[in-house]
């Protein structure tokens, strides 16, 4: 017997949630007003969240690290959320937008949650239009649709390049609405460090004024946990600086199993890495490759000498360009899924065909796109024998209007001109698909403990699609969670306020207050950087695009030894009653110390090719799909949760199998 | 790149604070400003001195929390740029770089480089939204057509990333871009027709409360502004304002 409850509700796939919410237990509206619920992260999960428990009466007290909610990382999120609304009469529907999700995460994500999150997926277009959300929308006043990548339909809903900043001040104008009237109290600057239990159950927090250093005891009849993922645990990736794992490592420590750490989703075009000052990765959107193809020289002299500067890549002829994605996948081209395209870059650059300085780039170029728009517009303007120069001015027109913020984002950062010359792009750490374990009502293992967003594990298996991240956390924030959290509160209309005088609370105030002097007393010779690098670089080496056993084996291992070192040799100037950021970080990487090692363990545990887990000893040896990802069906069609054992290495797994009542798996094809 | 660096240093909001110089050397032209500091501060924590404090997150342009004032102009001599997406590139070597943080009596010194942005916040609770529950009942979305030249006027008044660059900018410290952004968001739309006059008389209230001073028609604020918001929304917002203070209620 597994000790994993998933608590799926009986019926039909179709009708589980509309059974389930019709059986919850409800807690009346005068005795919501004695409820209170803490709510960490303000980001599209945590801060719809907040704002709907608190118009469905609770107390909310919600956190977040930032000076303010709105500057969350979803704000980050460029190209549009999916819908299943069917405007656009392409024969999409609820079971469509299901399908493609629970596909596109190679059937490792749980049916009956994915249903669920396709069925509200036009609840949240609704409500966030009626809260004066700016969605782009056609001549005639109706929305606008675009496609993204792995559908066959046009569901994403857009504003501009900016949907996750125009969806995240929708929320945050909601949350704000219930400052004004004093159901939420916000902690801006504020990190949790603990969780507080009380008899089994989460009962409150331990969290850190960022600005004066004080520990502060927090206490609520239960405690839900948005803080976003843990992509950070690689240095670089296109996370912010300081999105971190600490809130839903801490709650792992405490109880609550951690899902999959090992599937990450590595975006392929990025902007790649100028030098070692590197600080963070810039995406450049999905959409791109629409019209980009991607390249590298065929040749090694011809790499070399551009390296050195003595070649333009436009000095290259066709025949001597090697467009790999178009060689190896003729059926899908440039707009293979995001791990595929990755992976292929990888294999180039691993090769020496690099094209930059790092010999981590590759090329995408528009020159064909704009020689091909050039003259469909020449022919609409109905222009005769147009000269070279008018197609490439009418092309780059075209190009302009669709790309045109993405191209000048780029030109700032790289000074080239993306028009003239090929960008130059390399895969990046996006998102992570795993997360703490959450059952059917998000409640993890911990009791009264609730994990919504990014940071759980449900609803992309082991890849996301492009427009289900903004989909997911909106979904649970605004229509999942403030249901399920009833039936759990409908218990706690006796408990009565939650006292901080507890030995529960004063005992986790000291066990942080102890870490921390620690953490101070340490005075030793290297930067919190110098080991936050060390471990990104072993993990990009060893549990990054493409992974085997001894490379696993031999990042535990190191991960192990820099935190060993970590802990001996680090040092933190300033004060612990300041604002003090190289303290906040020293936390937060003394967490990603312990969760890429588990991370690397879960990686060696899934002997299997499946999303973006790329395990090469699991790849087909034969037929028209040699050399691709293998998945094993047989042997890992389970979540693989894990529990706190002291050290990562000792932590012991338990497996939720994962059941397709109403789904073939099948093998996914490019060729 | 070799430079010097001239940098605002203040342990508190009570402390007064002054300038420290530091020099940093081989600064690659492809890094960006904020890499540059981060290069600094490294330097400074293995000298033993603590590190400069100054906000930053996404590093990308858009979640707002950068707020450099860099040679005597909010986010640095680049156009249309945060402080994070500037690069060195803009700079000579053997250049002296003043950095400040911003100056308002509406947005004081936290630490450093660091400010309280906090009166933002509370002009957005005064107003910032439309009054519409969390429920599966809204009407459909598609209810509700919106010309397309008032949803992209909209968009572009919503475009702001709220860092406070035209405060600083302003030599009236005035946060009349950043309000009148919020308020033409709304007033250009449907949803934000209800609440319309309530709702730029409060934000207009709050804002003359947190201390911020009066527009003068300078067009500093439009400049610096990293994602260009015109100075049309302060004349739209004058012009909500006006109608909503001389016509009643209903």
Redesign the interface.
């Given at each position: 017997m597994s000790v994993l409850d998933s608590k799926i509700p009986d019926g039909p796939l179709k009708d589980k949630w509309t059974n389930h919410k019709n059986k919850i237990d409800l807690v009346n509206p005068a005795n919501k007003r004695n409820i209170d619920i803490i709510v960490v992260g303000t980001g599209l999960a945590g801060g719809?969240a907040a704002?709907?428990l608190a118009?469905m009466g609770y107390n909310v007290k919600s956190f977040c690290y930032?000076?303010?909610p709105?500057?969350a990382?979803s704000?980050?999120a460029q190209g549009g959320i999916n819908a299943a609304?069917n405007?656009q009469n392409d024969g999409d529907s609820v079971y469509r937008l299901f399908y493609d999700t629970v596909k596109g995460g190679d059937y490792r994500s749980r049916e009956a949650n994915v249903h669920r999150l396709a069925e509200?997926s036009g609840?949240i277009?609704?409500?966030?239009?009626?809260?004066?959300v700016?969605?782009?929308?056609?001549?005639?006043?109706?929305?606008d649709n675009r496609s993204f990548g792995g559908v066959l339909v046009s569901r994403t809903f857009y504003?501009?390049g900016?949907t996750g900043?125009?969806l995240l001040?929708g929320a945050?104008?909601?949350l704000?609405?219930q400052?004004?009237k004093g159901k939420v109290t916000?902690y801006?600057r504020h990190e949790m460090v603990e969780l507080v239990k009380v008899n089994g159950k989460a009962r409150g927090i331990i969290a850190r004024n960022l600005?004066t250093g004080e520990l502060e005891r927090h206490s609520a009849h239960a405690v839900v946990i948005a803080s976003g993922g843990y992509g950070n645990v690689f240095f670089l990736s296109?996370n912010?600086?300081?999105s971190n794992a600490t809130a839903a490592w801490k709650i792992h420590k405490k109880g609550a199993h951690f899902a999959n750490p090992c599937y990450t989703q590595i975006h392929p075009t990025c902007i790649p890495r100028?030098?070692e000052?590197?600080?963070?990765l810039?995406?450049m959107s999905e959409s791109l490759r629409n019209d980009g193809r991607i390249w590298v020289p065929k040749n090694m002299e011809d790499v070399l000498a551009i390296r050195e500067g003595k070649l333009k890549p436009t000095d290259l002829s066709e025949d001597q360009r090697d467009y790999y994605l178009e060689r190896r996948y003729p059926a899908f081209g440039n707009l293979v899924p995001r791990d595929v395209a990755s992976r292929a870059a990888k294999e180039r650059c691993d090769a020496g065909f690099g094209v930059n300085e790092t010999g981590e780039a590759v090329y995408l170029d528009f020159a064909s796109a704009i020689q091909r728009y050039g003259k469909q517009e020449a022919a609409i303007a109905r222009m005769e024998n147009p000269s070279d120069e008018e197609i490439l001015k009418l092309g780059e027109a075209v190009i302009e209007s669709k790309y045109g913020n993405l191209f000048?984002?780029y030109e700032?950062?790289?000074?080239q001109d993306p028009y003239k010359t090929p960008m130059m792009i390399y895969p990046a750490v996006h998102y992570t698909m795993g997360g703490v374990w959450v059952d059917y009502n998000l409640m993890t293992s911990v009791e009264g403990c609730y994990c919504i967003g990014e940071a759980n594990f449900s609803d992309h298996g082991a890849n996301r699609l492009g427009a289900s991240a903004l989909m997911q956390g909106l979904a649970d924030g605004?229509?999942v969670l403030?249901y399920t959290i009833g039936d759990y509160l409908s218990n706690d209309i006796r408990t009565g306020k939650i006292s901080t005088d507890s030995a529960e609370f004063v005992e986790a105030e000291k066990e942080v207050s102890d870490r921390i002097e620690k953490l101070m007393d340490i005075k030793g010779t290297k930067?919190v950087?110098h080991f936050h690098k060390l471990l990104g670089k072993a993990m990009w080496e060893y549990v990054g695009m493409a992974r085997n056993e001894e490379g696993l084996k031999k990042a535990m291992a190191e991960i192990k030894q820099i935190r060993t070192d970590f802990w001996n040799d680090v040092?933190i100037?300033?004060d612990k009653y300041?604002?003090?950021?190289?303290l906040e970080k020293a936390g937060r990487v003394a967490d990603f110390l312990e969760l890429g090692e588990l991370f690397a363990k879960d990686a060696l545990y899934r002997n299997e090719s499946c999303g973006g887990h790329f395990r090469e000893e699991s790849v087909e040896l034969d037929g028209m799909q040699k050399g691709e990802a293998k998945r094993n069906d047989t042997d890992y069609a389970y979540v693989a949760a894990w529990e706190y054992k002291g050290e990562p290495a000792d932590a012991v797994m338990h497996k939720e199998e994962l059941e397709f009542k109403d789904i073939e798996l099948k093998q996914r094809s490019y060729k | 790149m070799d430079l010097t660096l001239k940098v605002w240093r203040q342990k508190n909001r009570e402390d007064k604070g002054g300038l420290e110089t530091y020099k940093v050397t081989g600064i690659s032209e492809h890094a960006s400003f904020l890499e540059m500091l981060d290069v600094m501060n490294e330097q400074l924590i293995m000298e033993g001195t603590e590190p400069v404090a100054f906000d930053h997150d996404c590093r990308e342009g858009i979640c707002g929390t950068c707020s450099l004032y860099i040679n005597g102009e909010a986010h640095g001599p680049d156009r249309k740029v945060t402080t994070c997406q500037l690069h060195m590139r803009m700079f000579k070597d053997g250049e002296t770089i003043y950095i400040e943080p911003w100056r308002s009596a509406a947005m004081p010194v936290i630490k450093d480089l660091i400010v309280d942005r906090s009166s933002f916040e509370r002009i957005q609770q005064s107003g910032g939204f439309v009054s519409v529950n969390t429920s599966g009942n809204t009407q459909d979305a598609n209810a509700l057509p919106i010309p397309k030249m008032n949803a992209d006027l909209a968009f572009d008044a919503a475009a702001c990333i709220g860092c406070g660059a035209c405060v600083a900018t302003c030599k009236n410290s005035s946060a009349m871009l950043f309000v009148a952004a919020k308020v033409s968001q709304f007033a250009y739309l449907p949803q934000g027709q209800v609440e319309a006059k309530q709702r730029v008389l409060n934000m207009v209230e709050q804002m003359d409360k947190e201390g911020f001073g009066n527009c003068t028609n300078t067009g500093a604020c439009e400049v610096e502004c990293p994602k260009s918001i015109s100075i049309e929304y302060i004349a739209k917002m004058n012009r909500e304002y006006l109608s909503a203070s001389c016509s009643s209620e209903s």
């Open positions: 719809s704002a709907s118009e930032q000076d303010s709105r500057r990382h704000i980050a609304k405007y509200v609840n277009i609704d409500q966030c239009v009626a809260q004066g700016p969605f782009g929308r056609d001549y005639g006043g109706l929305l504003a501009k900016q900043q125009q001040l945050y104008s909601a704000n609405r400052i004004a916000m801006n600005e296109t912010a600086m300081g100028s030098g000052h590197q600080s963070k810039t995406l000048q984002m700032k950062i790289v000074a605004y229509f403030p930067s950087d040092r100037p300033g300041s604002l003090n950021p190289e | -």
